[in-house]
C-alpha cells in the first residue's frame, strides 16, 4: 500500500521550504514542514528578485506584496573601481516585451519568507512546525519516514514524499546518500551592511557591480525597515586575518573604506561572514526524496541566483508534485524536474555566477580590459542587451529548461 494519503513531509523553513509548503497547499494538499529554528531568521542574505522568478510569484498577489516591501531597481551598473569609471548601465525596460515584470525586486529574504508565512497560517491543509530538527530520514519505496527532535522530544513521522529543503548542509541529502560535487573558494564572502546612502553621495543606483584587479564588491540596497533603507556590500576577504580582526571594527572600517574612501567612519548596522561553495547535487530526486534550494545547488552570490534558482525549483516541483498526486501523471515527471533544474543549476546558475566572480577581480590588464570593454560594447547596442538582460534575468534559463522534457515512451 501506497503512502499517498500522507502528508507531504518539508524539511526547511526558508524561502524555499515554505514556497513548496504553499504552493502544495494552494492545490489541496496536505503539508506538515519542520525547521529547527524556534522562529524565522532574519539574516542579510538574498534581496535580488529577478523578473523570472517574479513571473513565478504572481499568484496571490505574492510578487506585488514583495515590490510592496521592498524595492523596485529597474537598472543596474557595472563600474571600474581604481578609475572610477562607469562601464556599463543596463535597464530592464528592454525586456518590457518578454515579461510582466521588467525590473528586479530588491526584498530581503525574511521578508519574502514571511509573506509566505502569512498566507500559510491560513491554510488549514499546512502545518509549520518551528523548532524541530530532523534527525533521521527513512525513506522506502512506498513511503518516507522522519524523525523529528521538538519541544516533547523525537517523534516520527510518515509522508507520501519528502522535499529537503534544508540549505547548504542539508541533513535529507547526506542521509539518502546524495552526493555534493563541486568545491569551496578559498576565500569568504563579508556582507558589511550601513545606512551610508550610496545613490545621494556617490552616484551608485540601487545594484552596482565594482571590478577591482584581485577583489571586487557587490553594493545593494535593499528597504529595511523603510526610508531612508539600507545598503549592503559584498567583498571577499582573503583567509590571511582571524576571523576576530576581520570582524573588529577597525577590520570592517579598513575594508570598506579602501574601497569606498570617505572622510566620516562608516557606521556599520550588520557585518556577517560566509564560507562559499559552487555544489550541485548529483541528483534533485531519489524516489520518494525531492531536494530544492540550496539542498540541491549552491554558488556565489555575484549576480544574485542561489535563491532565485531555489524558488524555480520550488514552483517546478510543486507543480509536478500536484500534477502526480492529484491527477495521476506519471511518477517520471519527478525525473523531469530533477532534470530540468539540475541542467539549469549546472549550464547557468554555476557557470554564469563563476563567470561573474571572474569578470570582477580579473587582475591581469589585457583580460581587464576585454572584459570591460565586452560589457561596454554589449551596453551600447540594444539587441545585444537585450540578450545580456535575458540571461541576467534568468528568463532565458527557464525557457532552456521548459524545453527540456519527458523522454518519448
Ligand atoms: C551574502 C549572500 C547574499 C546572497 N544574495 C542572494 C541574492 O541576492 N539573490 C539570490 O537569489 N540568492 C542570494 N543568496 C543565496 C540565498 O541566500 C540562498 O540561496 C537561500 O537562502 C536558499 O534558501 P533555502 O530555503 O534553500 O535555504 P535556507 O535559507 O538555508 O533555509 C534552510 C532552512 O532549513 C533549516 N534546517 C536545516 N537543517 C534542518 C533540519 N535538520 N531540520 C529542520 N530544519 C533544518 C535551516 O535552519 C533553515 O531555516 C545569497 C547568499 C549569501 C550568503
Redesign the pocket.
Known amino acids: 500500500m501506497t503512502s499517498d494519503g500522507d502528508p507531504v513531509l518539508i524539511?526547511?523553513?526558508?524561502?524555499?521550504?515554505l514556497l513548496c509548503a504553499w504552493l502544495l497547499g494552494r492545490r489541496g494538499l496536505r503539508v506538515r514542514l519542520?525547521?529547527?529554528?524556534a522562529e524565522p531568521?532574519a539574516d542579510p542574505?538574498?534581496?535580488?528578485?529577478h523578473p523570472a522568478t517574479l513571473e513565478l510569484l504572481a499568484e496571490d498577489g505574492l510578487a506585488a506584496d514583495m515590490a510592496r516591501v521592498g524595492l523596485v531597481a529597474p537598472i543596474f551598473q557595472f563600474w571600474d573601481r581604481p578609475s572610477g569609471e562607469l562601464v556599463a548601465q543596463f535597464d530592464h525596460a528592454l525586456l518590457k516585451d518578454d515579461t510582466r515584470y521588467p525590473y528586479v525586486v530588491q526584498c530581503e529574504?525574511f521578508k519574502t519568507a514571511k509573506l509566505i508565512l502569512d498566507r500559510l497560517r491560513k491554510m488549514p491543509n499546512v502545518e509549520v512546525l518551528y523548532g524541530?530538527?530532523?534527525?533521521d530520514v527513512s525513506p522506502s519505496d512506498e513511503s518516507v519516514a522522519i524523525d523529528?527532535r521538538g519541544p516533547g522530544g523525537i517523534k516520527s513521522h510518515a509522508g507520501s514524499y519528502l522535499i529537503g529543503?534544508?540549505?547548504?548542509?542539508?541533513?535529507v541529502r547526506k542521509q539518502c546518500g546524495i552526493a555534493f560535487d563541486g568545491f569551496t573558494w578559498p576565500e569568504q564572502?563579508i556582507?558589511l551592511t550601513t545606512p551610508y546612502d550610496f545613490e545621494a553621495e556617490r552616484g551608485y543606483c540601487y545594484r552596482s557591480y565594482f571590478a577591482d584587479p584581485g577583489a571586487w564588491c557587490n553594493c545593494f540596497k535593499v528597504s529595511a525597515d523603510g526610508p531612508p533603507g539600507l545598503w549592503r556590500t559584498?567583498f571577499p576577504v582573503i583567509p590571511e586575518q582571524t576571523e576576530t580582526d576581520i570582524m573588529s571594527d577597525a577590520g570592517v572600517q579598513s575594508r570598506i573604506q579602501s574601497f569606498f574612501p570617505s572622510p566620516r567612519p562608516y557606521e556599520i548596522v550588520h557585518r556577517?561572514l560566509?564560507v562559499?561553495h559552487q555544489r550541485v547535487a548529483e541528483t534533485f530526486r531519489k524516489g520518494r526524496v525531492l531536494l530544492?534550494?540550496?539542498?540541491a545547488h549552491?554558488n556565489n552570490?555575484i549576480g544574485?541566483?542561489?535563491?532565485?534558482?531555489?524558488i524555480q525549483d520550488a514552483a517546478n516541483l510543486a507543480d509536478k508534485l500536484a500534477q502526480v498526486m492529484l491527477e495521476g501523471a506519471p511518477d517520471e515527471l519527478l525525473d523531469l524536474y530533477s532534470r530540468q533544474r539540475r541542467t539549469i543549476a549546472i549550464e547557468f546558475v554555476q557557470e554564469q555566477s563563476i563567470a561573474n566572480k571572474k569578470r570582477l577581480e580579473a587582475r591581469d590588464p589585457e583580460a581587464r580590459r576585454r572584459n570591460l570593454g565586452e560589457l561596454r560594447d554589449i551596453a551600447a547596442d540594444p539587441a545585444r542587451a537585450r540578450q545580456f538582460l535575458l540571461r541576467t534575468s534568468m528568463l532565458a534559463s527557464q525557457k532552456r529548461a521548459a524545453a527540456i522534457t519527458l523522454a518519448p515512451a
Open positions: 524539511a526547511g523553513g526558508g524561502p524555499v521550504g519542520f525547521d529547527n529554528n531568521q542574505r538574498a534581496a535580488t528578485t529574504q524541530h530538527e530532523i534527525i523529528a529543503a534544508d540549505g547548504g548542509r542539508s541533513i564572502f556582507v559584498v556577517n560566509y562559499t530544492a534550494g540550496d539542498a549552491v552570490p544574485g541566483m542561489g535563491l532565485n534558482g531555489g
